[in-house]
Nanobody, 122 residues
């Protein structure tokens, strides 16, 4: 089992930045692909970004390319999501997820955090 805990969300004005963190604990000895997803009110959860275990490969949703950056520090068992140029439509609960699968194109993950709220005011 892997436990994931997100942090770093909050209320920010449009144009601002946030850095979300996701700390993993438990069976972190395995190599996990990590992903970020988000769910806005009244909408389905959507993929945001993914990163390979080594950090050498990343994948982003078209809607966030150029504004979001995913990274990881395996020594700290932590994954980050840097969000710049925030827009009101970025308002959502952001979830961290992990999977032992290597593909960054999959959307089915095995472990999920509880989420952190990001609210962007206009």
């Amino acid at each position: 089992q892997v436990r994931l805990v997100e942090s770093g969300g909050g209320l920010v004005q449009a144009g601002g930045s946030l850095r979300l963190s996701c700390a993993a604990s438990g069976r972190t000895d395995s190599r996990y692909t990590m992903g970020w997803f988000r769910q806005a009110p009244g909408k389905e959860r959507e993929f945001v970004a993914a990163i390979s275990w080594s950090g050498g490969r990343t994948n982003y949703a078209d809607s966030v390319k150029g504004r979001f950056t995913i990274s990881r520090d395996n020594a700290k068992n932590t994954v980050y999501l840097q969000i710049d140029s925030l827009k009101p439509e970025d308002t959502a609960v952001y979830y961290c997820a992990a999977t032992p699968r290597v593909s960054l194109l999959i959307r089915v993950y095995d472990y999920w955090g509880q989420g952190t709220q990001v609210t962007v005011s206009s």
